[in-house]
């Protein structure tokens, strides 16, 4: 069976192809399924190439004005004679008198500037970007610990090699020198495998390397005849000891500071480009078409909307096809994160991973950040620290919006097997919005 080709399709914000600064993407037909009507790429509001030039310099100086939230706290701050002015003057200084006097640009640019700032208004929700940074000195260590070595039981090698000679046949036996470093004490074999990563240090934590070194030593005089074997288990297998001590310190690493700072570097951000794998040829699904086999509803894409900030996107379950549902019948507007449009981060086990959540809708009275997951992962470890982390987010997020005349923001979390086209968001926030976490 020939592979099926592929393509990659690019998503750009509904915005872009307002302004006609992105080409539209391709929608579905009502033949295709589910709308009584064709659906048609939105008509670009600039007509001419001198006013989509002008258009690209203000939305670029637009974006500029992100990282100034004592100027523009919020997308709807752009709006204001203060800082409307602030962008005509440098979209005029970008562009220059030179350009501005070419044949065919005589326009108003900030009649222009207005209207651009208008559809980023209109298409955008406020997404602060958010750092938490401690406030004084962060003190970090390891607690002490009983190791688990019940599954590292290696035997020793043998310093011998059998080599045979090809044309002969004949055998002879070559004895391998030791090689490396012969420590004194055997514990010194582990603390110099652990002190070579880079989070230990072994002045700060030479009390625990040896306490844990010692439980490794005892484990290997538990199922091995001499301390000659001892040894040679520990210098042949040295890094891989080393790695398994240090995975399980740090599940016992903490970390605390005398409190933590908020600080927003950014009063808006702008919506990311996203770009799928589509299959070369396929035609773009109306949201409202149910596909018939639910397990490979990751491989289509969907349009059609009318609230979406995107023209296409792409749905990981049917639960989030039906949740796109909901919110195009209850939200203003709504969608789907792409990678990096948060910066939210959570710590699952010793490691940093970056949240994207399902959902960002916005309604009448407050912005959700909305995560549906099967009901048996609902207590799972990962889902709950993306809970507290987004949580956590949508806290700083509320009160940096409660100063600037924003709407709150709420956290929910949904067992995909509640989810109901038929459902309201209503209904929905008031049984799923996750509590403040306490620390």
């Known amino acids: 069976m020939l592979a099926q080709k592929t393509t990659t399709v ?11 600064l992105a080409e539209p993407a391709v929608t579905p037909s009502a033949a295709e399924g589910g709308s009584s009507k064709p659906v048609v790429p939105p008509k670009p509001i600039f007509a001419t190439e001198a006013e ?26 752009l709006g204001t004679k203060a800082v409307q002015d602030q962008l005509v003057a440098e979209v005029k200084r970008r562009l220059g008198p030179q350009q501005l006097e070419l044949p065919g640009l005589e326009l108003d640019v900030a009649e222009v500037v207005a209207k651009t700032t208008e559809q980023v208004v209109l298409g955008t929700i406020d997404i602060p970007r958010i750092v ?15 190791l688990d070595l019940r599954a590292f039981t290696p035997q020793p090698g043998s310093d011998d090699i059998i080599a045979q000679r090809l044309r002969t046949g004949e055998q002879e036996t070559i004895t391998l020198g030791r090689g490396g470093i012969e420590e004194q004490r055997l514990e010194d ?65 903490w970390e605390e500071s005398a409190g933590y700072e908020v600080e927003v570097s950014k009063g808006f951000t702008e919506l ?70 948060f910066q939210i981060f959570y710590k699952l086990g010793h490691e940093q991973q970056e949240y994207q959540p399902d959902f960002v809708a916005e309604t009448v009275d407050a912005i959700l ?37 924003g709407k709150p923001w709420k956290y929910l979390l949904i067992p995909h097997d509640v989810v109901a086209e038929n459902m309201t968001l209503d209904g929905l926030v008031k049984v799923y919005t996750q509590k403040p976490v306490t620390v």
């Not at 010692?214 to 091995?224: E, R």
């Not at 396929?282 to 491989?299: F, L, M, N």
């Open 132 to 146: 938490v940074v401690p406030k004084d000195e962060v003190r970090s260590g390891f607690k002490p610990f009983k």
């Open 52 to 77: 989509r030039a002008v258009a690209k310099t203000a939305y670029d100086v637009i974006r500029s004005f992100e990282g100034k939230p004592s100027v523009a706290p919020t997308v709807a701050s």
């Open 369 to 405: 950040m909305i995560e549906t997951k099967k009901a048996a992962e609902m207590e799972s470890a990962e889902v709950l620290a993306k809970r507290d982390a987004g949580v956590r987010w949508c806290e700083h997020a509320s009160a940096y919006a409660q100063q600037h005349g």
């Open 272 to 341: 990311r480009t996203s770009a799928y794998t589509a299959n070369a040829g396929e035609a773009v699904r109306h949201y409202s078409q149910p596909t018939v086999d639910k397990g490979k509803i990751a491989q289509h894409l969907f349009g059609g909307f009318a609230r979406c900030l995107y023209p296409l996107t792409k749905f990981q379950s049917d639960t989030e096809r039906k949740m796109a549902i909901i919110l195009e019948r209850n939200a203003s507007r709504w969608f789907r994160p792409a990678k990096g449009q």
């Open 10 to 20: 690019v998503s750009n914000s509904g915005v872009m192809e307002k302004l006609g």
């Open 189 to 253: 074999y582990v603390v110099g495998g652990l002190v070579d990563f880079d989070d230990i240090s072994y002045d700060d934590h030479a009390e625990l390397l040896y306490d844990l070194a010692t439980q490794s030593v005892a484990h290997l005089k538990g199922y091995l005849p001499d301390e000659q074997a001892v040894r040679r288990v520990l210098r042949e297998n040295q890094g891989r000891l080393a790695a398994l001590v240090h995975a399980q310190m740090m599940d016992h690493y």
